[in-house]
């Protein structure tokens, strides 16, 4: 089935249940009936949004590919530059001694001689890490001396993986998390952290003047920080693999792929729980939390009492933020906050809030789009958090550290014949201005 026909069918299919809606709305309520016919029909239209989004989704990253093409079609006829590793490459066979260029996360870093990520970056690094998954051995990865300084092991335990590895781990995270679309993300953060302090308010406006004179000249102490730092913590994750899947791995998979691919779920599961309600004390703080660190109570908005909500509490949500971050703001809330917004109006106007997607556009919520989680909270009771509203661009940042430890372990399920390979790495994520967020609360 065609866009344009799965866009056709989605709105016949809403336009229905839109009918059916107002008919309970004149009657004081639905029948049993119609209340089953409303549901079974909101199934389907739930499965024709998730099939479109995924299309839309499939344009625009071809969309994107097709431009990256063209841009690079017109340095064909140009002299071939040395090679450098993007997100997508294998290692290259540059020297020992030339800095080394890699795109990690969508930022590029540039690695110079003699140090530890230039050396993760040499292709020796790359088979001798490849072979320990293979075999469990230590393969030389712990006396890395053939490139004149040792940098395989990690304090903690296992050896830093090599950078197109770590690459491929964070281009996982970022198509499967969604709030790495959605928030700012910066790579390559230190082990000390960003120090990057939340803003809490803004300076004052500026004041015309004829010139800029030091008489002129005023300290404005208006503007104030918070006081939470960004440091990337420490997440580790195991999965557990068939040693004959690993004997067999030359010819049958690419073992970095599938230990990246595996491994980089385990991580993306955990960063999207804590993007919604993590404590930020060992790792990201997350969005449904109250924190003076985070987004505040002063951001939040009680809905009409404390087991539902209804349209003019979103619609207030959506008016209450600063015009500058509703242009770019997004909705997150769960499955049954969305089923619940498709029967909503607003007292005004009389319109549903909820519009299907169509076209290029995606589905929104009074009129913005929106990301469902399933880990947002679904609790409908006095004092809950159900839903936010906000700019993550400007509100929420990602912090990725650098140094990425794997290594594998055959004793703890020998007997299972499995092989145990730990992977560990370090971020951290919090709200950094709270004023870009609207969060909705029920009543007390």
């Known amino acids: 089935m065609s866009h344009k026909e799965l866009s056709e069918q989605l709105r016949s299919l809403t336009k229905q249940n839109q009918a059916l809606n107002d008919l309970g709305l004149k009657n004081g309520g639905l029948t049993a009936e119609q209340e089953q016919e409303w549901q079974a029909r909101d ?76 050396l993760r970056s040499q292709p020796d690094y790359n088979d001798r890490f490849i072979k320990h998954i293979l075999t469990g051995k230590d393969t030389g990865l712990s006396d890395w001396q053939s490139l004149g300084l040792t940098v395989g092991t990690n304090p903690k335990g296992g050896y830093l993986v090599p950078m197109t590895f770590l690459s491929k781990i964070i281009r996982f995270l970022d198509q499967r998390v969604f709030m790495r679309e959605l928030a700012t993300v910066i790579s390559g953060v230190s082990s000390s952290g960003l120090g990057v302090p939340t803003h809490e308010a803004d300076p004052g406006d500026a004041d015309w003047t004829t010139e800029i004179l030091s008489s002129d000249a005023s300290e404005d102490d208006t503007m104030s920080f918070g006081k939470r730092e960004m440091t990337p913590q420490d997440l580790m994750k195991v999965i557990y693999v068939s040693r004959r899947l690993l004997d067999g791995t030359g010819s049958v998979i690419d073992i970095e792929d599938f230990v990246a691919e595996r491994l980089g779920y385990k991580f993306a599961v955990t960063e999207e729980k804590a993007g919604m309600t993590g404590a930020g004390v060992t790792g990201w703080l997350g969005i449904f939390v109250a924190s003076a660190d985070g987004i505040t109570t002063a951001q939040d908005i009680r809905s009409a009492t404390a087991t539902t909500f209804d349209g003019d509490d979103i619609i207030e949500m959506a008016d209450d933020l600063d015009d500058q971050y509703k242009a770019n703001s997004t909705w997150v809330f ?18 549903y809030i909820w519009e299907s997607p169509f076209a290029d556009n995606p589905a929104t919520v009074a009129g913005r789009p929106y990301k469902i989680s399933s880990y947002a909270p679904s609790t409908y009771t006095a004092n809950q958090y159900v839903a936010v509203l906000g700019d993550f661009k400007a509100g929420y940042w990602i912090a990725d550290g650098m140094d990425m430890t794997v290594e594998r372990d055959d004793s703890i399920r020998r007997l299972k014949k499995q092989a145990v390979i730990v992977g560990e790495k370090s971020s951290d994520g919090a709200p950094v201005l709270a004023e870009a967020f609207r969060r909705l609360q029920m009543h007390a």
């Open 43 to 118: 199934e389907d239209i739930a499965k024709l949004e998730a099939q479109i989004t995924e299309a839309q989704e499939k344009q625009a990253k071809q969309d994107a590919r097709n431009k990256r093409a063209e841009e690079l079609s017109g340095r064909l006829e140009q002299p071939m530059p040395r090679q450098t590793t993007s997100q997508l490459a294998k290692v290259p066979a540059n020297k020992s001694d030339e800095s080394v260029e890699l795109t990690i996360g969508g930022k590029p870093f540039k690695f110079a001689p003699g140090t530890v990520n230039h």
């Open 334 to 351: 769960g499955k049954a906050f969305l089923k619940r917004c498709r029967k909503l109006k607003t007292s005004g106007s009389g319109e």
